[in-house]
């Protein structure tokens, strides 16, 4: 939020034409060897903390999706890696901004701990 109490806008790495977003110098802001930069769209959009939104987009028709992590200024850190699955790129951005679970191991256990004896 800004000091006046609204929430910041994040700007999409996407534009409206489907296009990737470009700098000033008019390029696109990320060049990527299996996404290319036009006929894209954002599949999934999550507005993180401090003013950082993570988007999953691609081309659908190819089935090649990215994520990028992104704040005013453009993207932060992002992928180029051609995902075939949209959420698997989101689970992939939510771990590169949250963190791997930090446990050693890489498995997630959300279940609740029972006491002694009981059985999961």
Known sequence: MNAGGAAMTVPSIVQPNGEMTRSRAGVPLLRLKYTPDTH?????????????????????????????????????????SGYGITFVALRDGLIEYWGAAEHGTNAIDNRQRRSRGARL
């Open 40 to 80: 894209l769209k954002v599949y999934h959009r999550i507005e993180l903390d401090d003013g950082v939104a993570l988007e999953v987009y691609g081309d659908g028709s190819n089935a090649s999706y990215e994520w990028a992590l992104l704040d005013r200024e453009g993207p932060t850190k992002y992928s180029d």
